[in-house]
């Protein structure tokens, strides 16, 4: 069974500052993709990656897919208010097993 | 809007009663999945429907079910209920067999009393 871990679970910073959140597993992914919740909503679609090494650019967030397609990264810099959410990595095998991570939830405080 | 419409928005019923929740995709989109949320759980695929057929099974317990009809809306029926079975159940579409493509609904909000 596949499995994603992120870390941290929770993270609190202050406006300005900058962040990475971790997506961890030990089985390898044909692809990674984040997405970020806000509450009452469905999870939103930032990025997928599928190339080891890969990385992506959306504004202010930088995703990476490690080299080995187990594991990726978030960065944030500059934190805003409007980053609050939940981040949630996700992943697909080569088959049918697609699954989410438990998240990381991060507040920005102004 | 995501353009995935999902109804009804909050259900409050007691356990043992059965429910239906409904999913209308986004135009074009062949594939229909369902998601369980809940706080203990985080998010768990539940089931794949493409176009009419079923693709994929995840964690769904015998006492739910979904179809996924000519016009590709779906619906998923949650018999028996518990008082485990209050989440957030979402919806995504997609226009291929890839879910990581897959675009969400606002979700339905279980509540079992």
């Known amino acids: 069974t596949q499995l994603l871990e992120q870390s941290p679970q929770f993270l609190s910073i202050q406006e300005g500052e900058n962040l990475t959140v971790y997506c961890n597993s030990s089985s390898v992914f044909s692809s990674l993709q984040w997405y970020r919740q806000e509450p009452g909503e469905g999870p939103v679609l930032l990025v997928t990656v599928v190339t080891g090494g890969e990385v992506k650019k959306l504004k202010r967030l930088t995703f990476q897919f490690g080299d080995a397609r187990k594991d990726s990264s978030l960065h944030i810099t500059a934190a805003q208010p409007g980053d609050t959410g939940l981040y949630l990595c996700?992943?697909?095998?080569?088959?049918?097993?697609?699954?989410f991570g438990p998240g990381t939830r991060l507040s920005v405080l102004p | 809007d995501s353009g995935v419409t999902q109804t009804p928005k909050h259900l409050i019923t007691a356990t043992g009663q059965r429910v239906t929740l409904r999913c209308s995709p986004r135009s074009g989109d062949l594939s229909v999945y369902w998601y369980q949320q809940s706080l203990d759980q985080g998010l768990q695929f539940l089931i794949q429907y493409y176009n009419g057929e079923e693709r994929a099974k995840g964690n769904i317990l015998e006492r739910f079910s979904a179809q996924q009809f000519p016009d590709l809306h779906s619906e998923l029926n949650l018999s028996s209920l518990e008082l485990g079975d209050s989440a957030l159940y979402f919806c995504a579409s997609s226009p291929t067999i890839n879910p990581g493509l897959g675009t969400f609904g606002s979700g339905t909000r279980l509540t079992v009393v």
């Open positions: 996700a992943g697909g095998d080569y088959g049918q097993n697609f699954v």
